[in-house]
């Protein structure tokens, strides 16, 4: 508000009293003018100046001394200083009172100068003073008593606070003099100002609450005077009583107004408009009203108080309304503004835990609620989708989210609850046995064998699956060696070998019996056709023979075919899996032919119905002739007389075979065009029955977790209980306890590959 006139320059001062200036024997003189260029030097008075330059060369070597130099102060009238001081008096007063002083600016100026030089200066900067405190304590006195409030009470402030800067630089003008050689009248007079208002805390408090009041105002968004705002907090900077006396009381009322405003909205407004809210008030309170009126040191704790009391304090409460719902929709901007103002605040980490908690939550609901395989993974797979474009878009790639999604996927692939190996396992087995393969869909598939923990495990039912297509020629062998090759791709070609090999078998096994098919050595029934697949030991899981009293056709085939086997490999036996086989056969009936695909023992029970003295058998009489374990008679009976294709009639009639039961054949049956499977549950249900799966995978951890314990202890020597468990934990892929990792520590010692020490510790021995 103050200023100093550039209009105002200091004059060029004429000493009436320069005569009197005596400086000892030195002639001091200074040219007002620049003289004009004198004329050359004639030629003969070349020589005469170099003496001359030489004697002045000569006598600069010399020392100037002087002593008691003194400046007589000018002369002045009589009662010049009194008169002087009365007349600037006069005129301070008039200007005080908003008059025009009798005396003419430029006297007055001249005045104030002369009182100066004669050490006058702080005897007229006291009446100065003097007056303008006068003049202050006559104003407040108004103000003190004025009932004005809020924007009134302002505008009676800010008329008397600018009519007072206004005499005040009227006074500095005509005390310029003093004001730029001695003592700052603007300083002086808003010291005098800041000083009244300290003392009178009525017109203080009033102030502050009304400029408090009108931001209230304008918060609550009511149309208020910018400008006179903006005045009144600079005429508080400009008394120093921002920082002391207005900043405190504005941040305790921020602080009330943001927390109260908090509490209403997080219960009236949805979370996405209250987050717009927050971001819209840290800019109004940080940027906009900071440019306006506000000081600059106040942004950072302004800043903090509105973040704290809209955002800090209540994250829980935020993520707890909002983050599932702007997951479960996709609301890709709102999370993204969630994710920067919880950037901003530090408070990150605690919407990653949210974030995490969700897949986490999330994905499991979907592998244990949803139907068909196919529709698990293809439903995991695009929620896994859209969390990928959320963190990509609305969390900006950020390091600790991608972290903890990635950590998530392994969560839900590799938690036991979800049983998501044999789900992969059995989704796979569903692609392949279809008549086309989907790439895209194996696509799926390797998105999630990537993040399975368990490959063992599921290499042990891959295995197991794939062994059941392969018996019963379902699917194709091409779409077989396409997946194998993308797993061998992911995982090495140790993992896939031993599945490989079993390709090969197939493949060996057909090229094998079309070369027996055409040796003449051996006895071909027209009526039978043989095909055999030969299962090398180790690499096909492992199944339990079945014994079978076979006919005599079947006992001489397989006896010509083992003759051959060991003609072409004389150190191979073969070990007959009559469980698993699987016969085409072609029946007779009253109303037709039908062809059917049975089970061995299914056929073999078919076939004493053949002779016309068995037409009734009891189970006692099937149970001899076929030499099969009455358990597995019991079901394959089961199959035959009680299912959808009754081909045997039981009697008594029932859903249960018994051993008192008799079975007659249904000569009744009617026949299909359509070639009926009577072998695939049944078949299924043998390999299941005889496969074994946890044992064998059991096994190769413990052998693995072994290796790894070893391995440590031989590369550190001596590790505490801890830190080997870490390394441990830290090295195995598959999902681990402590406590198994502790039972084989145990073995481990007793077998004399490790020592405990008395301290706790284990040291490679």
Not at 288 to 312: G, M, S, W
Not at 479 to 485: G, I, W
Request: proline residues 4%; charged residues 25%; hydrophobic residues 40%.
């Amino acid at each position: 508000m103050f200023s100093r006139d550039p209009s105002v320059t200091k004059r060029a001062r004429v000493d009436p009293f320069a005569h009197a200036l005596q400086v000892g024997e030195m002639d001091v003189a200074t040219p007002l003018e620049e003289s004009p260029e004198p004329e050359a030097p004639p030629p003969f008075l070349n020589l005469i100046a170099k003496f001359q330059q030489r004697s002045q060369q000569a006598n600069a070597d010399r020392k100037l001394e002087t002593s008691d130099l003194t400046i007589a102060s000018p002369l002045l009238p009589p009662d010049y200083i009194q008169h002087a001081l009365e007349q600037l008096q006069d005129a301070i007063s008039a200007l005080l009172e908003g008059r025009k002083p009798d005396t003419d600016s430029e006297t007055l100026y001249k005045m104030c100068e002369d009182l100066c030089y004669h050490d006058k200066g702080d005897e007229l900067l006291e009446i100065a003073r003097s007056l303008c405190q006068g003049y202050i304590a006559a104003q407040f006195a108004i103000l003190e008593s004025d009932p004005a409030e809020n924007m009134a009470y302002l505008e009676l402030v800010h008329t008397h606070w600018t009519t007072y800067c206004g005499h005040v630089n009227q006074i500095r003008c005509i005390l310029l003099y003093l004001d730029r050689s001695q003592h700052p009248i603007i300083d002086m007079a808003k010291h005098l100002f800041a000083d009244s208002c300290r003392s009178t805390p009525v017109v203080r408090n009033k102030v502050i609450d009304a400029i408090l009041d009108v931001i209230k105002a304008e918060r609550n968004g009511d149309n208020v005077d910018a400008s006179l705002l903006r005045d009144s907090v600079r005429m508080l900077m400009d008394l120093e009583l921002y920082e002391s006396d207005f900043e405190p009381k504005f941040l305790d009322e921020t602080r009330v107004y943001y927390k109260a405003e908090g509490d209403r909205l997080m219960n009236d407004m949805h979370m996405a408009g209250y987050l717009n809210h927050v971001a819209t008030r840290v800019h109004q309170e940080a940027t906009v009203r900071v440019k306006q009126y506000l000081d600059k040191q106040t942004k950072a704790p302004l800043t903090t108080i509105v973040e704290a009391n809209l955002l800090v304090d209540r994250v829980p409460a935020i993520l707890e309304k909002s983050f599932d719902y702007f997951m479960d929709n996709k609301r890709m901007d709102d999370l993204s503004l969630l994710y920067r103002l919880l950037q901003k605040v530090n408070k990150a980490d605690a919407c990653v835990a949210h974030f995490i908690d969700y897949i986490k939550t999330k994905g499991s609901e979907i592998l244990c609620n949803a139907g068909k395989e196919t529709d698990v993974f293809n439903a995991l797979l695009s929620f896994m989708r859209k969390v990928d474009s959320i963190v990509d878009h609305s969390f900006e790639n950020d390091e600790t989210f991608a972290e903890g999604r990635s950590d998530s996927y392994g969560y839900i692939m590799n938690w036991r609850q979800n049983n998501t190996t044999s789900l992969l396992a059995t989704y796979i087995d569903t692609l392949l046995r279809g008549d086309k393969l989907d790439d895209k869909l194996v696509d799926v598939f390797m998105t999630f064998f990537r993040l399975l923990q368990s490959k063992d495990t599921f290499e042990v039912l891959y295995k197991q699956d794939l062994a059941k297509r392969l018996i019963m020629d379902v699917g194709s062998i091409k779409a077989e060696k396409l997946v194998l090759a993308r797993m061998k791709k992911e995982s090495g070609a140790a993992y896939t070998s031993k599945l490989e090999k079993m390709l090969r078998d197939i493949k060996s096994s057909t090229e094998l019996v079309d070369e027996f098919k055409a040796d003449k050595k051996y006895h071909q029934d027209e009526t039978m056709q043989l095909g055999l697949k030969i299962l090398t030991y180790g690499f096909w899981p492992v199944y339990t023979p079945v014994e079978l009293a076979l006919p005599s056709s079947f006992q001489r085939l397989q006896s010509d075919f083992e003759k051959f086997y060991t003609s072409q490999f004389p150190k191979q036996r073969l070990t007959w899996q009559n469980g698993l086989s699987v016969c085409e056969v072609r029946a007779h009936y009253g109303h037709g032919t039908q062809n059917m695909t049975l089970t061995l023992p299914q056929t073999l029970i078919l076939l004493l119905f053949n002779e016309s003295e068995n037409d009734e058998m009891t189970f006692g009489q099937i149970l001899s002739a076929t030499n099969l374990d009455e358990l597995e008679l019991r079901r394959t009976l089961k199959s035959l007389a009680c299912g959808t294709h009754v081909l045997l009639n039981k009697m008594p009639p029932g859903a249960d075979v018994e051993p008192t039961d008799s079975f007659t054949c249904n000569r009744q049956f009617e026949v299909s065009r359509n070639h009926l499977w009577m072998n695939t549950e049944k078949l299924k249900e043998a390999i299941d029955n005889n496969a074994t799966v946890n044992q064998n995978v059991l096994f190769g951890r413990d052998q693995k977790v072994d290796a790894a314990i070893v391995r440590i202890m031989k590369a550190r020597q001596q590790l505490t209980h801890a830190t080997l468990l870490g390394e441990v934990l830290k090295q195995i892929k598959f999902p681990l306890t402590t406590p198994d990792v502790k039972k084989r520590i145990e073995v481990l010692i007793d077998k004399e590959f490790i020592a405990r020490l008395e301290d706790g510790s284990y040291r490679y021995t």
